[in-house]
């Protein structure tokens, strides 16, 4: 059973730095594709960052690159989100997502190349 588990949101002012951690489990951790998605309340749900296990290629938001910086720990099935320099905008919920077995993304930062999701944590960012 595939399972995700973000955490590591909280409260922060702006300016400062959180570090997000999503926790995999039920997959082999060799061929993957993991993303990281955020919800603002009451806005859809956007693409922030993804990382390719395969070649280590990664994907960022116009929105967050140069701020945001995703890695992964493959001998302990972790993916991290280092964000920096953060905003108000940058309040939301945030989740991780995987794509295993066979996937094919073709822009890396869309929610439908996605088939596990887990639940997310709350990032607040003050003004």
């Known amino acids: 059973e595939v399972q995700l588990q973000a955490s590591g949101g909280g409260l922060v002012q702006a300016g400062g730095s959180l570090r997000l951690s999503c926790a995999a489990s039920?997959?082999?951790?060799?061929?993957?594709?993991i993303g990281w998605f955020r919800q603002p309340l009451g806005k859809e749900r956007e693409g922030v960052a993804s990382?390719?296990?395969?070649?280590?290629?990664?994907y960022y938001a116009d929105s967050v690159e140069g701020r945001f910086t995703i890695s992964s720990d493959n001998a302990n099935n972790t993916v991290y989100l280092q964000m920096n320099s953060l905003k108000p905008e940058d309040t939301a919920v945030y989740s991780c997502?995987?794509?295993?077995?066979?996937?094919?993304?073709?822009?890396?930062?869309?929610?439908?190349?996605?088939?596990?999701w887990g639940q997310g944590t709350q990032v607040t960012v003050s003004s």
């Open positions: 990382i390719m296990s395969s070649d280590g290629k990664t």
């Open positions: 997502a995987a794509a295993v077995e066979g996937f094919n993304l073709d822009y890396g930062l869309e929610p439908y190349e996605y088939g596990y």
């Open positions: 039920g997959f082999t951790f060799d061929d993957f594709a």
